[in-house]
């Protein structure tokens, strides 16, 4: 079981927003940054936001990313078939001292 | 563009030792946390550890009396070795770099498939 909650699935329509959500606790996402990754099937996840909202380079401004106190959400619209994978979030947990991650969301572009 | 290249078997026998290695290219070792993470068949994904450049680590808990992570500077590579394994530990295990720390991971490997059997 994840220490970060993310639902398990999410869907919309093309051109739609979706967002995904990711719940910790005082420990993680309350006080480090919170990133989020992109994984299709068969490869390595792929870093989409980090520290909360900042995107790499080379990632859409359609993706966005935001917190607030214990969750973090991640945007995407203007959704196309491409983004069809898995997205998971992930933090540092100062108690802890691990990495740690949400349990992942399919999102299904319909 | 830094590229990491997880090698090592893909079989291991249970009570064996896990060992894969991490080749960095187009980059140094130096100066960053680099980890290890696995993603179980059922997709989650667990924090191994990391190591720094200077060698210092930290391992989660949850397998500390198992793991070692070590780094060989002048190879630009990295380590992992899990002993006493199980069918448990089967998993994709992926090496990355921390982006100016810890966390978060942005260059990852392609991941290795380890499958734990007799």
């Known amino acids: 079981q994840s220490v970060l909650t993310q639902p398990p699935s999410v869907s919309a329509a093309p051109g739609q927003k979706v967002t995904i959500s990711c719940s910790g606790s005082n420990s993680n996402i309350e006080k480090n940054y919170v990133s989020w990754y992109q994984q299709f099937p068969g490869t390595a996840p792929k870093l989409l936001i980090y520290?909360?909202?900042q995107r790499p380079s080379g990632i859409p401004d359609r993706i966005s990313g935001s917190k607030s106190g214990t969750s973090a959400t991640l945007g995407i619209s203007g959704l196309q078939t491409g983004d069809e994978a898995d997205y998971y979030c992930?933090?540092?947990?100062?108690?802890?001292?691990?990495?740690?991650f949400g349990g992942g969301t399919k999102l299904t572009v319909l | 563009q830094v590229s990491l290249q997880e090698s090592g078997p893909g079989l291991v026998k249970p009570s064996e030792t896990l060992s894969l290695t991490c080749s960095v290219s187009?980059?140094?070792?130096?100066?960053?946390?680099w980890s290890w993470i696995r993603q179980f068949p059922g997709k989650g994904l667990e924090w191994i550890g990391y190591?720094?450049?200077?060698?210092?680590?930290i391992y989660n808990p949850s397998l500390k009396s198992r793991v070692t992570i070590s780094v060989d500077t002048s190879q630009n590579q990295f380590s992992l070795k899990l002993n006493s394994v199980t069918a448990a530990d089967t998993a994709m295990y992926y090496c990355?770099?921390?982006?100016?720390?810890?966390?978060?991971?942005?260059?990852w490997g392609q991941g290795a498939l380890v499958t734990v059997s007799s």
């Open positions: 992930g933090t540092w947990d100062s108690s802890l001292n691990i990495g740690i």
């Open positions: 190591v720094l450049y200077s060698g210092s680590h």
């Open positions: 187009n980059g140094s070792i130096s100066f960053y946390y």
């Open positions: 520290d909360n909202n």
């Open positions: 990355a770099r921390g982006r100016l720390g810890v966390v978060p991971f942005d260059y």
